[in-house]
Antibody, heavy 119, light 112 residues
Framework: QVQLQESGPGLVKPSQTLSLTCTVS??????????WSWIRQHPGKGLEWIGY???????YYNPSLKSRVTISVDTSKNQFSLKLSSVTAADTAVYYC???????????WGQGTLVTVSS | QSVLTQPPSVSGAPGQRVTISCTGS?????????VHWYQQLPGTAPKLLIY???NRPSGVPDRFSGSKSGTSASLAITGLQAEDEADYYC????????????FGGGTQLTVL
């Protein structure tokens, strides 16, 4: 059973960089066949796909966030990470990591982590 | 503004049938991409409910069913139960966005 767990600071100051890590257990990122994604949910709002990474390092980002987002992978630790730069209060959200494959559903999700942007 | 359009809310009495629509366009649902549905209970992560338009993962009751036609899809819930009260999201992919994942805005289901 694949499990994903987000970790990182719950509070980030405006203009700084939000950094989160997702640790995958029960399956290997480097085995291929899957994309590893970040999705966020603003308080009381819907889901917004941020981007995903393949084990090879290929990345795909939401055009609306592309200029501020970097997703990377560390196959040796079975982790992938999100960096979102120049954050504002509008980036306050619950951030989820999830797994999907090409044109397929997000079948495994982390529990989510709330990140608040505030001074 | 979500790429896929869902009604903000639906409601029904216990035992009744409700449907939730998901409307897209020729670059996503109409382009042949499958539609997937998620159920999100309060304070929890979304859970895959329907995949590939009409398939249920193991453990999902057959009260939940999905369909797709043209540029739209629907989720139907029969025999409504109190535990079905949740937010429901449709999801697909969009060829105009380099195959990026897109979600509906979500529908809040209230069991009266």
């Amino acid at each position: 059973q694949v499990q994903l767990q987000e970790s990182g600071p719950g509070l980030v100051k405006p203009s700084q960089t939000l950094s989160l890590t997702c640790t995958v257990s029960g399956g290997s990122i480097s085995s291929g066949g899957y994309y590893w994604s970040w999705i966020r949910q603003h308080p009381g709002k819907g889901l917004e796909w941020i981007g995903y990474i393949y084990y090879s390092g290929s990345t795909y980002y939401n055009p609306s966030l592309k200029s501020r987002v970097t997703i990377s992978v560390d196959t040796s630790k079975n982790q992938f990470s999100l960096k979102l730069s120049s954050v504002t209060a509008a980036d306050t959200a619950v951030y989820y990591c999830a797994r999907n494959s090409y044109a397929s559903p997000f079948d495994y999700w982390g529990q989510g982590t709330l990140v608040t942007v505030s001074s | 503004q979500s790429v896929l359009t869902q009604p903000p809310s639906v409601s029904g009495a216990p035992g009744q049938r409700v449907t939730i629509s998901c409307t897209g366009s020729s670059s996503n649902i109409g382009a042949g991409y499958d539609v997937h549905w998620y159920q999100q209970l309060p304070g929890t992560a979304p859970k895959l409910l329907i995949y590939g338009n009409s398939n249920r993962p193991s453990g999902v009751p057959d009260r939940f069913s999905g369909s797709k036609s043209g540029t739209s899809a629907s989720l139907a819930i029969t025999g409504l139960q109190a535990e079905d009260e949740a937010d429901y999201y449709c999801q697909s992919y969009d060829s105009s966005l380099s195959g990026d994942a897109v979600f509906g805005g979500g529908t809040q289901l209230t069991v009266l």
